[in-house]
Nanobody, 118 residues
Framework: QVQLVESGGGLVEPGGSLELSCAASPVLFTIYTLGWYRQAPGKRRESVATVTSGGRIKYADSVRGRFTISKDIAKNTIYLHMNSLKPEDTAVYYC????????????WGQGTQVTVSS
C-alpha cells in the first residue's frame, strides 16, 4: 500500500522557519515526481515545489528563494524547508507523488496545517 504521511506543521511567526517532512513508500522514489502543494482557505490548491525522479526541481514564484525541497532516498522522506515565512504562506500543505510514465497515478498525503501569524 502506497503511503505519504506529512509532519512538521504548526504555528510560526512571520519571518520564521519551519521544515515539513513527508514519509513516503519506497516505490515513490523511483519513477515519480514528488512535490509539495498547499491550499489556503477559499483558494484552489497550488503547487509549491516539485522534484522529478531525475532531480529536476521547480518552485512556485511566490516561494522561490525562500523554500527548499529535498528528498532523502535512504530515509524515504521528502522535505520542505521554509524560510522567511509570510502570513500568506498559511495553508494546509500536502505531499504528493505523480507517476512519470503511463499509466498515470497520483497519491496524496492527508495534509499538515501551517499557520504564519504573530
Amino acid at each position: 500500500q502506497v503511503q505519504l504521511v506529512e509532519s512538521g506543521g504548526g504555528l510560526v511567526e512571520p519571518g520564521g522557519s519551519l521544515e515539513l517532512s513527508c514519509a513516503a513508500s519506497p516505490v515513490l522514489f523511483t519513477i515519480y515526481t514528488l512535490g509539495w502543494y498547499r491550499q489556503a482557505p477559499g483558494k484552489r490548491r497550488e503547487s509549491v515545489a516539485t522534484v522529478t525522479s531525475g532531480g529536476r526541481i521547480k518552485y512556485a514564484d511566490s516561494v522561490r528563494g525562500r523554500f527548499t525541497i529535498s528528498k532523502d532516498i535512504a530515509k524515504n522522506t521528502i522535505y520542505l524547508h521554509m524560510n522567511s515565512l509570510k502570513p500568506e504562506d498559511t495553508a494546509v500543505y500536502y505531499c504528493a507523488a505523480a507517476r512519470e510514465v503511463e499509466p498515470g497515478r497520483e497519491y496524496w498525503g492527508q495534509g499538515t496545517q501551517v499557520t504564519v501569524s504573530s
